[in-house]
Nanobody, 118 residues
Framework: QVQLVESGGGLVQPGGSLRLSCAAS????????MGWYRQAPGKRRELVAQ???????NYAASVKGRFTISRDNAKNTVYLQMSSLNPEDTAVYYC????????????WGKGTLVTVSS
C-alpha cells in the first residue's frame, strides 16, 4: 500500500513562490505518473501538472510557464515549484500517483493548503 505525504503548503503573497513536495512510501510498480491536482472552494478538482516515470510532463494551461514539476525516482518524491502565484492559485493541492500498467493502482494524498493573499 502506497501512502503519499504532502508538505510545503502555506500562505504566500501574490507574486511569490512556494515549493510543494510529496513523498511516497511503499512500492510503486512499473510505468507511472506522479502529479498534482488542486481544488479551490466551490470548484471541481483539476489537474495542475503530471510527470511520468521517464520525465515527460503535462501542465494545465493556467500554470504553464509559472509552475515546474519534477520527480526524484530514487526517493519516490515529486515536487511542484510554483512561481508568480496569484490569488486564483489558492486551493488545496493533492498529490496523485497512478500506476499505468494493467490493474494499476491510483493513490491520493490528503492535500496541503496553498493560500495566495496579501
Amino acid at each position: 500500500q502506497v501512502q503519499l505525504v504532502e508538505s510545503g503548503g502555506g500562505l504566500v503573497q501574490p507574486g511569490g513562490s512556494l515549493r510543494l513536495s510529496c513523498a511516497a512510501s511503499g512500492s510503486i510498480f512499473g510505468l507511472n505518473t506522479m502529479g498534482w491536482y488542486r481544488q479551490a472552494p466551490g470548484k471541481r478538482r483539476e489537474l495542475v501538472a503530471q510527470i511520468i516515470t521517464g520525465g515527460s510532463t503535462n501542465y494545465a494551461a493556467s500554470v504553464k510557464g509559472r509552475f515546474t514539476i519534477s520527480r526524484d525516482n530514487a526517493k519516490n518524491t515529486v515536487y511542484l515549484q510554483m512561481s508568480s502565484l496569484n490569488p486564483e492559485d489558492t486551493a488545496v493541492y493533492y498529490c496523485n500517483v497512478m500506476e499505468l500498467g494493467v490493474g494499476g493502482m491510483e493513490y491520493w494524498g490528503k492535500g496541503t493548503l496553498v493560500t495566495v493573499s496579501s
